[in-house]
């Protein structure tokens, strides 16, 4: 069968969409159904296949409402068969993205043989460990134990890159500040995680330099282009969760740490600041450029790449032990 026939036999009336016991992820799939254009074959067999059992699924999950089965099974074959993306939204999984020469990978925890699994477009994450295993052997023999351990959540968090650097090379840049006061970005004075929160330059120094090492991680996200807020806004949203993750898995495994963040906070609708502590003070990350640091320069130093090519946007975070 073509493409564009499976897609027509998926796509759901707008008049009927309106009414239908849908999801916000299913919904905003077969919206994106309707206005895109597919080229190509897909194997019939495997669409049947996977139609099927998604239809004994939800036949046991969710038999009290037959009427919503078409909309799901309509969502996950177009993801499946015609977007190629994973089934499901990504924080209700957890599955992990990697950006290779420009193709977006899907690496998933919970992948399992035999399964409507063996349809979505998410390859068990176990894909990914041998590259794991090699990075952090190369990082232990460089710089110890706990750098090998904190390369590995790096990368088990879907973070892409790393780089280790000694504090005593880091340079704490007064103009970065300056640039900060400018407030370009409109983080300046607005939260607990930017300056002025964050003290003096010499203070965010002295505060690092308790520290042995500064181990820089990034992520790149696919957008449209420099004018896709929406696109900007979701990787911002998704690359700090992704930073909250790994902060919570290295709490149990390091002593002392601190996670340095790209831009400002977020985590809350209205921040406390400056009247009130910051409601989640353990959690908190600071910004990274607030530090005095340029990233393009630490990126430099860790040996990582600081810009990934149009259509993408990098975030940074470093991590501190
Ligand atoms: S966690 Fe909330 S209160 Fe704390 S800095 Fe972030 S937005 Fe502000």
Same mark, same amino acid.
Request: aromatic share 10%.
């Given at each position: 069968?073509?493409?564009?026939?499976?897609?027509?036999?998926?796509?759901?009336?707008?008049?009927?969409?309106?009414?239908? #016991?849908?999801?916000?992820?299913?919904?905003?799939?077969?919206?994106?159904?309707?206005?895109?254009?597919?080229?190509?074959?897909?194997? $019939?067999?495997? +669409?049947?296949?996977?139609?099927?059992?998604?239809?004994?699924?939800?036949?046991?999950?969710?038999?009290e409402?037959?009427?919503?089965?078409?909309?799901?099974?309509?969502?996950?074959?177009?993801?499946?068969?015609?977007?190629?993306?994973?089934?499901?939204?990504?924080?209700?999984?957890?599955?992990?993205?990697?950006?290779?020469?420009?193709?977006?990978?899907?690496? @998933? !925890?919970?992948?399992?043989?035999?399964?409507?699994?063996?349809?979505?477009?998410?390859?068990p994450?176990?894909?990914?460990?041998?590259?794991?295993?090699?990075?952090?052997?190369?990082?232990?023999?460089?710089?110890?134990?706990?750098?090998?351990?904190?390369?590995?959540?790096?990368?088990?968090?879907? !973070?892409?890159?790393?780089? *280790?650097?000694?504090?005593?090379?880091?340079?704490?840049?007064?103009?970065?500040?300056?640039?900060?006061?400018?407030?370009?970005?409109?983080?300046?004075?607005?939260?607990?995680? @930017?300056?002025?929160?964050?003290?003096? +330059?010499?203070?965010?120094?002295?505060? *690092?330099?308790? !520290?042995?090492?500064?181990?820089?991680?990034?992520?790149?996200?696919?957008?449209?282009d !420099?004018?896709?807020?929406?696109?900007?806004?979701?990787?911002?949203?998704?690359?700090?969760?992704?930073?909250?993750?790994?902060?919570?898995?290295?709490?149990?495994?390091?002593?002392?740490m601190?996670?340095?963040? $790209?831009?400002?906070?977020?985590? @809350?609708?209205?921040?406390?600041?400056?009247?009130?502590?910051?409601?989640?003070?353990?959690? #908190?990350?600071?910004?990274?450029e607030?530090?005095?640091?340029?990233?393009?320069?630490?990126?430099?130093?860790?040996?990582?790449?600081?810009?990934?090519?149009?259509?993408?946007?990098?975030?940074?975070?470093?991590?501190?032990y």
């Amino acid at each position: 069968m073509k493409k564009s026939e499976l897609a027509a036999k998926l796509i759901v009336p707008p008049g009927e969409l309106e009414n239908a #016991l849908v999801n916000d992820f299913n919904r905003k799939v077969l919206e994106d159904l309707a206005e895109a254009d597919f080229t190509g074959d897909v194997d $019939n067999a495997a +669409v049947e296949g996977a139609e099927n059992l998604l239809r004994n699924f939800l036949n046991e999950v969710w038999a009290e409402k037959p009427q919503a089965h078409k909309y799901v099974i309509n969502a996950c074959l177009a993801l499946a068969f015609l977007f190629k993306k994973p089934m499901h939204p990504q924080d209700k999984v957890g599955y992990i993205t990697r950006v290779e020469n420009g193709e977006t990978g899907y690496y @998933c !925890f919970y992948n399992e043989k035999g399964t409507i699994c063996d349809y979505c477009a998410a390859d068990p994450v176990s894909e990914l460990e041998t590259m794991w295993e090699e990075q952090s052997g190369k990082i232990r023999e460089a710089f110890g134990a706990e750098s090998a351990l904190v390369r590995k959540e790096i990368l088990a968090c879907g !973070f892409q890159e790393a780089g *280790v650097i000694p504090v005593e090379d880091l340079t704490f840049h007064e103009e970065v500040r300056k640039i900060c006061e400018g407030n370009q970005c409109r983080s300046y004075g607005t939260s607990w995680a @930017c300056p002025p929160a964050v003290g003096t +330059v010499e203070e965010c120094r002295d505060r *690092v330099q308790t !520290f042995r090492y500064l181990h820089l991680f990034s992520r790149i996200y696919i957008i449209e282009d !420099f004018l896709d807020i929406e696109g900007m806004r979701s990787s911002m949203k998704d690359f700090k969760n992704a930073a909250w993750n790994l902060d919570k898995k290295l709490k149990g495994q390091l002593g002392r740490m601190m996670i340095l963040s $790209n831009e400002s906070c977020g985590r @809350c609708k209205d921040c406390t600041f400056p009247d009130e502590p910051c409601r989640f003070p353990d959690d #908190l990350h600071h910004s990274i450029e607030g530090y005095g640091f340029y990233v393009n320069e630490l990126a430099g130093q860790a040996g990582i790449r600081y810009t990934n090519g149009p259509g993408t946007v990098t975030f940074f975070g470093a991590v501190l032990y």
